[in-house]
């Protein structure tokens, strides 16, 4: 059973300072790994998808990385705002085995950045 | 365009109740998800459909819960006689095609069961 974990639980930096975010995952068989930002009360945002041949994935501040055999991904933020204050999602899809259509969750990191 | 729409945002319930919850998925999507994410815990997974039928719904965490869509669009997630540890946010996402396909979430639907 994939599980998939992420430390630290929250974390509270100064505006301006770059940060990284964790996620291990227990079966490399991964199809793609994705990070979603969730805002209190709302849905997920998407923010990068990363398939399972690809070793980063960048967006503007952000920037995801992914070593599949070692079941970890990183996602980096550079010179944080306010405003990137949000829980963190990380999310694996299994390449085989018939589940390849659900999303596996961490619990999340609580990000606060202050101004 | 339009995203994944769900209806209630919010819905408070007494316990024994039984309550719907609706989910829009983006026009042209034939693939629906729906997951819970509880108070302290990761977002589940429930049950997913592709068009009309649901091949995996081992997910639902008991016979109170049901689920079905219509049409290849509209989804409705039902759970009777509502339990206080129902309590949680029901999130619904589609996906275009194949489940290998990107999922697009929904705003959710907060429950609170008193």
């Known amino acids: 059973k994939q599980e998939v974990t992420q430390i630290p639980a929250a974390l509270s930096v100064p505006e301006g300072e770059n940060l990284v975010l964790n996620c291990s995952f227990t079966d490399s068989a991964i199809y793609n790994l994705q990070w979603f930002r969730q805002d209190p009360g709302k849905g997920l945002t998407s923010l990068l998808l990363?398939?399972?041949?690809?070793r980063e994935q960048t967006s503007g501040r952000l920037n995801a990385s992914l070593d599949k055999s070692s079941g970890r991904s990183t996602l980096y933020i550079a010179a944080s705002q306010p405003g990137d204050s949000a829980t963190y999602l990380c999310a694996v899809k299994l390449s085989s085995g018939g589940s390849n259509y659900k999303l596996t969750f961490g619990k999340g990191t609580l990000l606060t950045v202050n101004p | 365009g339009a995203g994944v729409s769900q209806s209630p945002s919010n819905k408070v319930t007494e316990k024994g109740k039984d309550v719907e919850l609706r989910c829009d998925p983006i026009?042209?999507?034939?693939?629906l998800y729906w997951y819970r994410q509880s108070l302290g815990q990761g977002l589940e997974f429930l049950i997913y459909?592709?068009?009309?039928?649901?091949?995996?719904k081992s997910g639902l965490p008991s016979d109170r819960f049901s689920a079905e869509r219509t049409g290849g669009s509209v989804s409705t997630l039902t759970i009777q006689r509502t339990q206080q540890e129902d309590s949680a946010v029901y999130l619904c996402?589609?996906?275009?095609?194949?489940?290998?396909?990107?999922?697009?979430f929904g705003p959710g639907t907060r429950l609170t069961v008193t």
């Open positions: 996402a589609s996906s275009l095609v194949r489940t290998i396909d990107e999922q697009y």
């Open positions: 990363i398939q399972s041949s690809q």
């Open positions: 026009s042209g999507h034939t693939a």
């Open positions: 459909f592709q068009g009309n039928s649901a091949p995996d």
